[in-house]
């Protein structure tokens, strides 16, 4: 396993560069004005599969090919992941193996298989989905990566908040969305070791607020209830993400559904970007907290670009 | 009157730099695969006010600055013009006086209004708007800017190209969209003074094909019908707009409305980024004419990206 430390770090970004976008950091005068911050968006639906995924995912298979024969990957996921552990994998010629809900829509199925993985359908439960990813693996020798839960993973999430600091200067706080806490794991590790000082925030949906209510008990916790836009932040912390998130962040700010959609609204609106509801929830906390971002360089990662057009929430 | 030159160009240039963005090029791995060319974006959605129409705005009324005193400018546009002109004329601590037809959407009225714009409103007929347009001019003593039939304008519109072209070193096409011929007319120039061989061409709903029939005919022509999603592109030819396409425009593309659906579709989703359906016109129409775009550098104007985000034409 992987140590943390800014050498590391910094080797994570050297070996996944060349998978990756260099995604841009975009500012926006009118959403300065209205937040009272400088606000400095690292763009991540211009990433490859139109997420920050790809970056955890290729350092993982990277890593895990370092180790020894690799004979592919697998894992359960239907969102984001799922496409990046594709792309990353193709990139590396190794097979990778998906598990998805049978009931996951069929676009995201085919994007998968667009970026050459291998569709395994099941039951929705996530019973049935980590036994079929274990049938897998134990039938082709694939190994399987958690889309969240894993240093590697969490290390190459990182990546986008080191870049982000290296595009900017200084930061006084860097706001990144928290689902299951690779992201805004990595995110604080990048701001302790490049930081300056920079404070990570973690942004959370208040439907899903296990993160929040994690740090606050001192123990994971679940969420009862997933019904949230952001649809990316319905999975809870792990015994990686938890430990690393409750030694570096501070704070979770939480937003309702409608903060939620009028900061997705407003960045559509104002920045002309498609970003996903995930990503929104960054704006919408900085939005909720304006005495505490006034006039501070903020920093938000904008986690991704991938939505059902047909299907937006806009009135 | 201006005179159209390779240094007249430059000089607009130089001067609306300092009220513009430098607005960037992007590019599609999987656009490019889509269509087999090249393809080069132009990306005015990001432009200041939301479209390209600033710069020929802003042309004009330094312009008319720079000939003496101008109590305030004039206009009668539902559309981007009418928010350049504010924009524009804020900037140079200008009046603009914008005629709008009553039954603008009340989002299109503040938006102006917001740019500092002063709004009046008429009746939604052609004529209604011109008399009170002239009115406003007899008693404020604003000069009247025309949307794109004026030479000013058009050559400030011709910088988007010009950019383009600085940007990627050499073109075999610039697409653009054509309604009253501002911007068309403007990137022919840059073409025929810069491309160094760059073929302009204008894309068309073919639902108000006029620019199409009208170099056919030798001859202006109009519209019986204004039924397109592209909105911005309902416009007709004029006296000044006119003669400079038909000198330097050989082919206009014309595009079902189902074709500049999917095209705006296809930016949104891969590109990630918010167009509005007079942009994607010009994607659609290589989409078109994959024979003649094959392997060619191709750069597409992205006019703009104003669009009701309520009412999209998405299913």
């Not at 700010?253 to 970003?275: G, N």
Request: charged share 20%.
């Amino acid at each position: 396993m992987i140590a943390y430390s800014p050498e590391a770090l910094l080797e994570c970004h050297r070996k996944i560069q060349p998978y990756l976008h260099r995604t841009p950091v975009l500012t926006s005068r009118l959403l300065n004005e209205l937040s009272g911050a400088s606000l400095f968006f690292k763009c991540e639906n211009f990433q490859r599969g139109g997420s920050y995924k790809i970056r955890g995912a290729t350092h993982a298979v990277l890593r895990k090919k370092e180790e020894g024969a690799l004979p592919g990957v697998v894992t359960h996921s239907s969102g984001n992941f799922a496409q990046a552990l594709s792309l990353a994998a193709q990139a590396l010629e190794i097979p990778a193996y998906i598990v998805m809900p049978e009931s996951a829509p069929e676009v995201k199925k085919q994007a998968v298989k667009q970026y050459g993985g291998i569709v395994y359908e099941c039951e929705s439960t996530l019973e049935a989905r980590e036994v079929e990813a274990a049938r897998i693996g134990k039938e082709t020798g694939a190994i399987f990566i958690h889309p969240s839960n894993d240093p590697d993973v969490m290390l190459g999430q990182g990546t986008a908040a080191l870049e982000l600091l290296q595009d900017t200067d200084t930061l006084d706080f860097i706001v990144a969305p928290v689902g299951g806490g690779g992201l805004l794991g990595g995110t604080a590790l990048a701001a302790s070791y490049f930081g300056k000082g920079s404070v990570p925030i973690g942004a959370e949906p208040l439907a899903v607020d296990d993160a929040y209510r994690s740090l606050k008990a001192g123990k994971i916790m679940g969420n009862t209830n997933t019904d949230t836009i952001a649809d990316g932040l319905k999975t809870v912390l792990g015994s990686y993400t938890f430990p690393v998130i409750q030694k570096h962040v501070q704070t979770i700010i939480r937003v309702e559904e409608t903060e939620i959609i009028r900061a997705m609204h407003l960045i559509w609106e104002r920045m002309k970007i498609v970003v996903e509801p995930s990503s929104a929830v960054t704006l919408a906390a900085v939005l909720k907290a304006p005495e505490r971002f006034k006039g501070k360089r903020t920093g938000l990662i904008i986690s991704g670009g991938n939505v059902d057009l047909a299907h937006l929430p806009f009135i």
